[in-house]
Nanobody
Framework: QVPLVESGGGLVQAGASLRLACTASGPTFNNRVTAWFRQAPGKEREFVSSITWSDSFTSYANSVEGRFTISRDNAKNTLYLQMNSLKPEDTAVYYC??????????????????WGQGTQVTVSS
């Protein structure tokens, strides 16, 4: 298992910033793709961003491109999501996820084996 714990969510006004963190205990993020997904009330879970281990290739959903930045601190075994210029439509529970080892970049939730419990992000207008 790769227990994942997210933190950093909260209630902010539109235009503000938040940084989410996801820490893995036990096995590391080494050789895994790590990603952020989100799920808004009444909607399906959607891909937000991912980063590969080998070359730190990043991928973003169109809705967050240019506003969100994914990064990883390997020494701390922690994944981050810097969210700037937040909008009310960014309101959701945000989940971090980690793939099985040696997987290529993916936007599909089914390709990720390990998930955190989620952290709530609420953006007021």
């Amino acid at each position: 298992q790769v227990p994942l714990v997210e933190s950093g969510g909260g209630l902010v006004q539109a235009g503000a910033s938040l940084r989410l963190a996801c820490t893995a205990s036990g096995p590391t993020f080494n050789n895994r793709v790590t990603a952020w997904f989100r799920q808004a009330p009444g909607k399906e879970r959607e891909f937000v961003s991912s980063i590969t281990w080998s070359d730190s290739f990043t991928s973003y959903a169109n809705s967050v491109e240019g506003r969100f930045t994914i990064s990883r601190d390997n020494a701390k075994n922690t994944l981050y999501l810097q969210m700037n210029s937040l909008k009310p439509e960014d309101t959701a529970v945000y989940y971090c996820a980690a793939s099985r080892m040696w997987m290529s970049s993916s936007r599909l939730g089914g390709d990720y084996d390990y998930w955190g419990q989620g952290t709530q992000v609420t953006v007021s207008s």
